[in-house]
Structures are given as structure tokens and as C-alpha cells.
């Protein structure tokens, strides 16, 4: 595993944040957050898109809400869709089908795919802070457009 110098890791800390700043000032998301970490691999990081309030996650607990997370390597200049997402309900026609009956929640990421044909995000290089931003932006709009359609809107819990 290479070792990044104490310069190398401010320059991603620095490219980090204003990723995170720039998200957040042009993101239909709620939030969008992120933490450095230098602790193995300060090139790596994640970025979560939050489609709910804070007020609205489901018994106040962040990892219940609706959100999708992308693993940024600043290095790389890569930017991948992370595995880690959010869960809806399942709707009651879902409850019926034999894939889904012993389910109680789908994946944000499974519904738009299966359902409305959103493709997945798969790994994929950046030229600028602006172009990454832009590419997970219209990701996180084509999942959540899906969101709506199958649980009726916000705040998302259950399909219809």
C-alpha cells in the first residue's frame, strides 16, 4: 500500500472539501456530507446524497433514510455508485410477486434499475470538480425520479 506524504493528503483533503462544497450548492439532495478520512487510503472517499431531512429519518437513525453514496478516488480521478444506498418499502403489489414475498424493503438503487430502467453507475472518470459533481447529481435525479414514482413522493417509505 503506498504511503501518501502529509502534502499529498491535504491536496485531497482541499480537493475533498470543495467537492463537498460544490455538491452541496448545486445538489437537488437535502444534504450531501461526506468525512475525510486519511486513515488507510486518504485518495478514497465516499460522499452520501440524503433525500430526506434530518427530521425525517425514520426513528432519527441516519442509516434508515433514502440515500445513495459514491466512492470518489481523487488520485484516479474515478467515481463509482457504492453498494451502500437506501431502502423503501416494499408496495403491495411488490408483497404479492414470489421474488420479492419474503422481503419487506427494496433497494433504492434494485427499483430504478429494474423497474425504470435507470442504468447502473458504474466506475467512471472525471475531468474536473465540476464535471464530478454534475455526474453524480444526474444519477442521484434519475434514482429519485424512480423513488417517486413507486412510493408516491416525498418522504419515500413506502411504494405504491
Request: one cysteine or more; aromatic letters at 12%.
Amino acid at each position: 500500500m503506498k504511503r501518501y506524504t502529509e502534502q499529498e493528503v491535504n491536496a485531497f483533503r482541499n480537493e475533498f472539501e470543495a467537492i463537498l462544497k460544490l455538491a452541496n450548492e448545486q445538489s437537488s439532495a437535502n444534504e450531501v456530507s461526506g468525512e475525510f478520512s486519511d486513515y488507510l487510503m486518504p485518495n478514497v472517499q465516499y460522499v452520501k446524497f440524503d433525500a430526506l431531512k434530518k427530521e425525517d429519518w425514520p426513528h432519527g437513525i441516519e442509516e434508515n433514510s433514502v440515500y445513495l453514496t459514491f466512492v470518489i478516488n481523487l488520485e484516479a480521478k474515478k467515481v463509482k455508485a457504492s453498494h451502500k444506498c437506501g431502502h423503501v418499502y416494499l408496495s403491495p403489489k411488490d408483497k404479492e410477486t414470489e421474488r420479492y414475498k419474503h422481503l419487506a424493503m427494496r433497494s433504492m438503487t434494485e427499483i430504478a434499475q429494474t423497474d425504470y430502467k435507470v442504468k447502473k453507475f458504474r466506475l467512471q472518470g472525471y475531468k474536473s470538480t465540476e464535471d464530478l459533481c454534475g455526474k453524480m447529481e444526474k444519477y442521484f435525479k434519475a434514482v429519485m425520479d424512480a423513488i417517486s414514482k413507486y412510493s408516491g413522493g416525498y418522504p419515500y417509505k413506502r411504494g405504491v
